[in-house]
């Protein structure tokens, strides 16, 4: 057998493959199959090959399982121990349909990870082509290190995608279908289900209290749809339904988001006037206290409705936000002097400043517009100067000392005096700056500012491809060093010998272009220069390596 | 900018400005020259209010004999501190501009609920709450009588005031309310009574309407304000309900069975008092007899703005003989108590005017006219020297007193309801008194009578000429203002029938129709799919969208609008809609969009404004008529007929349209903004309705959109969001809608700025 320490989740006998007979193993990451006899495998394909597994219909005399491989392969096993084949194929559909789901989103994922970052970076993509699609290196030697790099970065990327919020709309979704019988159909799906957690947090204590111990998932959404809870009249809730206690919690949660306020004092009703008028005065008269009580049912079933959907689009946009929420409560922590304080002065005026600044502002009346800036909310403002401190801070010049330096220097100038017998005659200083100006004798290396014109682009394009190529390769090369595995041994000949490969196909003919264009200037040679240095390396290490082994 | 109105030189806090500010401008000034009173519409979002201010500063700075202070009356809180806000902007700019040090003094006067830094008094939640605790921590005796009893608890705060904040004004700048109390905590005194006492030598004040507008607020706070005052009143358009609230009194049978516990307690403490302290009344009977001469002498100097409540004739006369002494005025009371009792016993509506009243109750229980004028003064006399702690106790009894002195002051323009139950409930007996006022000029006269200049001013007062009717005043500017604009960025649409055709109203025939309120719903859905970010939508009433909200429902057609938006709904209880509000717009912000479901008349409507994204669309379900079956109403639509000449149905089409302008106007608040506005009901393409539109409205309905069907109204609106959608910057409006000081100078400019105003 392959390998020990390799968990065997299933064995099924008897089973032929292209007319051999022999065993199915199911094994922890791969399927195989060994012919009967021998100890090793002839067939084995990872759980992550596998795109899909096909049986035989009931009817047939042959009970058979296909599997079919992402490569459009596909591998038969007939089942044929006679009494148990449709149960040995049963449990091995059974298992592999447990197992395939998780493989395949590992492998998807990576496809789909690879797909992206080629997509995303088009340098990235470049270099792909140039050295794997060209073949010189290999596909996986080339995610080899990307890829190792990528996983451990990954929740980095992913955390940016946005939060799913909920769909305002999710128990209108649920629309109940008649089964024919007087009975009713509720579809939920895995979504509506999270919706409804994450909407009414009591429905979720509820279901975690009461299912599986208490009652069954069906019976758990039966009882809710069937309760009043889920309905509009939900004052009528009776104290046996389950939910009752469900719709209790509501109203406190809802109490409680009412008793909290508002931190927009422009919104808040309360204290939008000024001076009341005296009770017994004004038309309007206050409605007396007794209201309540002598409501007719259908008025307060109407206000129940309309408190609903205070609470539910509440709800929905909390669930929708809650993420967010830690954060932006610190801010506006630090921001304020003093959060916790029973009197709500101390932290009002920065909101009610703001906001009584933007209800005056007139945009289009002033000049310009001031570009909006984000705060910037430093902890340590020193940092944001010096950028980070270096491990010999003293090689750095501090602000306080570049400072001293101008002042320096200013006072220098100050006090600066022509040393008149001491200066160069007319003629000398004339000719020093018509050496010195752009075509003088001491200004040839002017010319190679011309030198992004001489090249046309096309050649600059390629020429900037090879030099991430040959980096990437280098960056391959160098980064075996020091050789101490004999996995890097084996890397660093290879690296080497792809380089050569490199400068074969990719180098030489691009050198041999320019020479036909007669671009006179040595555009490659530095990085022939980089190639040699590389080889030079590679040279001493085998040396090395070669009097160690003598 | 530094502009040149008239000759006079305003020193303008921005660099550009809309033509219409300019023009609103020219015709204040001549509204202060003339040293007259004005009526002055001009669109909500174009800078009215630092227009104002401009202005009015300029002119105090010019002529500071003669304009020697601004009352700015607002009606709300955060109102009235955008006001000041403002102004400390235009304050900068002159500091900046002319380099001076800023001399003027500004300040803005709250509830001592807003004001109040007392660490117990302020943490308390209502208003009279608060103002209660204040008055039994701060009234003269209590702090008489920690003289004797050093353990007497008062306000530190009132107290430092008292002892040095009167020697010192106020230095001069801009307070807003948190700036007040800032000064007042460094200083240790109390900023309520700062603000109050400072509004006497301040330049600028700024203020609620109550303060000038209910006479027992103004009597005590702005009685003795400057004559040479300009008073503005901003978002004027509710003006006449806040004067006639301020006059009105109900008496329920609550109110009097607390008012007889009132009397019991005067009578307790009259008999207490008697024993150890006769002096006291005795002292206190004196006083009365010399009458209300102090209070007449003061009047004729002209210090005092006028009370309403207490006439000129009662001044010239001493308490009557009859309720001199405390036991006979409690007696006398006692009587009118019983009387108001008996009152309430009745098993069918009564309705009476006043001088009926006082007939009925001479003969009943032999009271006469006279006494019962002196009701509410006598009161307060007895409460002082009685020297009782915490008067909101006896708020009952203060209102059966004012409610005398009112009732036997004016024969003409209150009536007097008697109801034994509400109509929606008949079997259950609650007896309501109603004394009601039906003329807004009331309140207002000593107002236009006292100040030089009142500017009545807001975004919606069409038609113009119904105010100064209602208010009994004679203005000498009234204007409304279009709004330049260099894009349409309102649209509004009538929106007549459904897609099948069925006229869509309100009225009370179809109210319950189905086939209406599953058009009403197909209109909300259809918009919820197209228009982005916030939906603002107004029914009539409160019991309409609840019916419509519940059948909504049964329909599922809430369940679709749940897939584009989510839904808000204003509920009856402040709190709970502050929340609603608060998360609406928490949903527009991160995107998600949202619906309000409100009320036409509620608070929303009133007092929140859904700047840009929080209301890119308003539906107006309806015509918001007024309740039409109060006998209130009936009875004032009468006294306007009789005593304006104001048709029953043009008030109430002026009323209905006024409150349909707030709504849909709340939408827009400025020339960047953009918004729907959207009116449900076929009604508003008749021309009575829509000529009562605001004009910067009504022009921009064409012909083409007075009965559209939903389907039309979905193309209309979704090519105007489009072509709203693009980019728009400040050169577009320039030279159009926006103004530099050049092009502000230039001959085409001013003619043309001279046809915004439009004149009344």
């Known amino acids: 057998m392959a390998s020990l320490s390799e968990e065997v989740l299933l064995v099924v006998k008897k089973v032929r493959q292209r007319k051999q007979d022999g065993t199915l193993y199911l094994m922890a990451e791969r ?17 992550s090959d596998i795109r899909c597994q096909k049986i035989s219909p009931d009817g047939k005399a042959k009970v058979q399982l296909q599997l079919v491989l992402h490569t459009g392969e596909s591998t038969t096993f007939h089942f044929a121990n006679e ?102 159909r509720y579809n939920l799906t895995t979504d509506i289900i999270e919706s409804i957690f994450r909407t009414y947090p009591a429905v979720k204590q509820k279901y975690s209290e009461n299912v599986p111990h208490s009652l069954t998932e069906k019976e758990f959404w039966t009882r809710f749809f069937q309760s009043h809870y889920f309905h509009r009249d939900r004052i009528n809730t009776g104290t046996q339904d389950i939910f009752s206690e469900c719709a209790k919690q509501d109203e406190k949660g809802l109490m409680s988001l009412v008793n909290k306020g508002v931190k927009n004092p422009l919104v808040d009703l309360l204290s939008l006037e000024d001076k009341t008028l005296d009770e017994g005065y004004g038309l309007k008269q206050a409605l007396p206290s007794t209201s309540n009580t002598n409501k007719t049912v259908k008025e307060s079933s109407n206000a129940a409705i309309i408190k609903r959907f205070n609470h539910h689009s509440a709800m929905v946009l909390a669930a929708g936000s809650r993420k967010n929420e830690v954060p932006a409560d610190q801010a506006s922590e630090t921001s304020s002097t003093d959060g916790n304080s029973r009197d709500s002065d101390f932290f009002q005026p920065p909101v009610k400043k703001v906001k009584l600044q933007e209800a005056i502002e007139y945009e289009d009346l002033q000049r310009e517009s001031k570009q909006k ?37 200013q006072q220098e100038m100050a006090h600066y005096k022509p040393n008149l017998t001491q200066v160069m005659s007319s003629t000398a200083a004339s000719s020093a700056i018509a050496a010195l100006s752009p075509g003088g004798v001491l200004m040839q290396g002017g010319a190679q500012q011309a030198i992004n014109q001489m090249v046309p682009s096309d050649i600059q394009g390629e020429l900037k491809h090879l030099y991430v190529a040959a980096g990437e390769l280098l960056r391959h090369f160098w980064s075996c060093f020091p050789v101490n595995t004999s996995f890097l041994e084996d890397k660093v000949i290879k690296m080497k010998s792809n380089l050569e490969r490199f400068q074969m196909t990719k180098l030489s003919p691009f050198k041999e272009k320019l020479q036909r264009q007669y671009l006179g200037t040595n555009l490659t040679g530095h990085l022939e220069e980089m190639l040699q240095t590389a080889y030079g390396k590679f040279h001493i290490w085998q040396t090395r390596r070669m009097m160690r082994k003598t | 900018m530094k502009l040149n109105i008239e000759g006079l030189l305003v020193y303008f806090p921005y660099d550009y400005i809309y033509p219409e500010q300019y023009s609103y401008m020219l015709e204040l000034k001549r509204t202060l020259d003339a040293k007259g009173h004005g009526v002055l519409e001009m669109p909500s979002g174009t800078g009215k209010t630092i227009s104002l201010l401009s202005l009015i500063v300029a002119y105090q700075k010019a002529f500071p004999l003669d304009v020697t202070k601004l009352i700015y009356c607002s009606r709300t809180v955060p109102e009235i501190e955008k006001v000041v806000e403002e102004l400390r902007k235009l304050m900068e700019f002159y500091a900046k501009e002319t380099g001076e040090v800023n001399n003027f003094l500004a300040l803005a006067l709250s509830s001592r609920k807003n004001l109040c830094i007392h660490p117990e008094v302020s943490s308390l939640r209502f208003g009279k709450e608060v103002d209660g605790k204040c008055h039994s921590l701060t009234a003269s005796y209590i702090r008489a009588q920690r003289h004797s009893n050093p353990d007497q608890p008062v306000c530190r705060f009132y107290e430092e005031f008292d002892a040095v904040g009167r020697q010192v004004p106020l230095p001069a700048g801009i307070y807003n309310l948190d700036d007040l109390k800032d000064f007042g905590r460094r200083k240790g005194w109390c900023p309520y009574y700062l603000a109050r006492y400072s509004i006497l030598h301040a330049n600028i004040v700024v203020y609620s309407y109550h303060y000038l507008l209910d006479p027992k607020i103004a009597d005590l706070v702005s009685k003795e304000l400057a004559k040479k005052s300009v008073v503005v009143f901003d978002e004027a358009h509710n003006i006449d309900n806040v004067c006639i609230d301020s006059m009105s009194v109900n008496i329920t049978r609550r109110t009097l ?26 002292e206190e009977y004196r006083r009365l007899v010399e009458g209300l001469k102090e209070a ?15 006439p000129d004739e009662i001044l010239q006369e001493a308490v009557p003989g009859s309720i001199r002494t405390a036991e006979h005025f409690l007696g006398f009371l006692r009587r009118f108590l019983e009387y108001l009792k008996s009152r309430l016993r009745v098993h069918h509506v009564v309705q009476e005017s006043a001088p009926q009243f006082l007939k009925d109750i001479f003969e009943k229980v032999c009271i006469d006219r006279k006494p019962l004028r002196f009701c509410a003064e006598r009161l307060q006399s007895l409460l002082r020297t009685l020297e009782i702690a915490d008067i909101a106790d006896f708020s009952a009894v203060t209102l059966i007193a004012n409610f005398a002195t009112l009732v036997s002051t004016y024969s003409l323009g209150f009536t007097i309801i008697i109801e034994p139950f509400d109509d929606r409930t008949p079997t259950i007996a609650n007896p309501v008194l109603h004394f009601s006022c039906m003329d ?88 919820s ?26 329909q599922g057609i809430l369940e679709n609008i749940q897939r584009n938006k989510l839904i808000f709904i204003e509920t009856q209880d402040a709190a709970e809609t502050s929340m609603a509000l608060e998360k609406y717009q928490e949903a527009c912000e991160n995107g998600r969009g949202a619906i309000l479901l409100s009320v036409a008349r509620g608070k929303v409507s009133e007092g929140i404004d859904f700047v840009h994204h929080f209301g890119r669309a308003v539906i107006m379900f309806g015509v918001p008529y007024v309740y039409t079956q109060s006998r209130i109403l009936k009875a004032r639509l009468e006294y306007l007929r009789d005593q304006f000449q104001i048709r029953e149905n043009d008030f109430l089409t002026f009323d209905a349209m006024r409150h349909a302008a707030q709504c849909v106007g709340r939408a827009i608040r400025g020339k960047t903004d953009y918004g729907l506005m959207i009116f449900a009901d076929k009604r508003y393409a008749r021309a009575d309705k829509r000529g009562k539109l605001p004009r910067w409205i009504q022009e921009h309905i064409s012909d083409g959109s007075l009965n559209l069907t939903v389907d039309e109204t979905v193309q209309l609106s979704k090519h105007f969001l489009r072509q709203m959608a693009q980019p728009f910057r400040q050169e577009d409006q320039l030279g159009l809608s926006l103004l530099t000081l050049e092009q502000l100078q230039s001959e085409d400019m001013l003619k043309k700025i001279a046809q915004i105003a439009h004149q009344a």
Not at chain 1, 31 to 47: C, L, M
Not at chain 1, 155 to 171: C, D, H, M, R, T
Not at chain 1, 377 to 404: E, M, W
Not at chain 2, 257 to 281: F, M, P, S, W, Y
């Open chain 2, 440 to 527: 807004p000029s009331i309140a207002i006269k000593p107002v236009f009578q006292r100040f030089q200049s009142v500017v009545i001013t807001s975004g919606t007062l069409s038609p113009l000429d119904i105010y100064p009717k209602i208010l009994d005043f004679r203005p000498v500017t009234m204007a409304s203002f279009t709004m330049t604009l260099a894009r349409t960025c309102l649209c509004p649409l009538i929106v007549g029938r459904g897609n099948d055709q069925v006229a869509l109203s309100s009225k009370f025939e179809t109210r319950e129709d189905f086939a209406v309120i599953r058009n009403y719903g197909n209109l909300l859905l259809e918009m």
């Open chain 1, 31 to 47: 399927i195989a199959w060994g012919p009967e006899g021998k100890d090793r495998f002839t067939v084995s394909h990872p759980y």
């Open chain 2, 529 to 554: 799919a197209i228009v982005p970010d916030g939906i603002v939508a107004f029914f009539t009433s409160y019991v309409y969208m609840e019916n419509i909200v519940a059948s909504w429902y049964e």
């Open chain 1, 373 to 409: 800036t984000v705060a910037l909310n430093l902890k340590k403002s020193d940092r944001y100067a010096h950028g980070p401190v270096p491990l010999q801070s003293q090689k750095y010049t501090t602000s306080q000392d570049i400072i001293n330096a101008v002042n320096c220097i």
């Open chain 1, 83 to 184: 009494s148990t084949a449709l149960k040995d194929r049963e449990a091995a559909k059974e298992l592999l349909q447990q197992l395939l789901p998780k493989f395949k989103k590992k492998a998807n994922k990576e496809l789909e990870e690879k797909n992206r970052m080629l997509q995303e970076d088009p340098v990235l993509f470049q270099l792909y082509k140039d050295l794997v699609v060209s073949q010189v290196i290999s596909a996986e030697e080339f995610w080899a290190n990307r890829l190792g790099g990528l996983n451990n970065s990954e929740p980095a990327p992913y955390s940016n995608k946005q939060e799913v919020g909920i769909s305002g709309a999710f128990l209108a979704d649920i629309r109940p279908q008649t089964d024919g019988c007087n009975g009713l």
């Open chain 2, 296 to 310: 007449n002498i003061a009047r004729e100097t002209d210090v005092y703005l006028a009370n309403p409540v207490l």
């Open chain 2, 257 to 282: 069975d607390r008012c007889q516990g009132n009397v019991e307690t005067l009578q307790h403490t009259i008999q207490k008092i008697k024993d150890t302290d006769a002096a006291k009344l005795r």
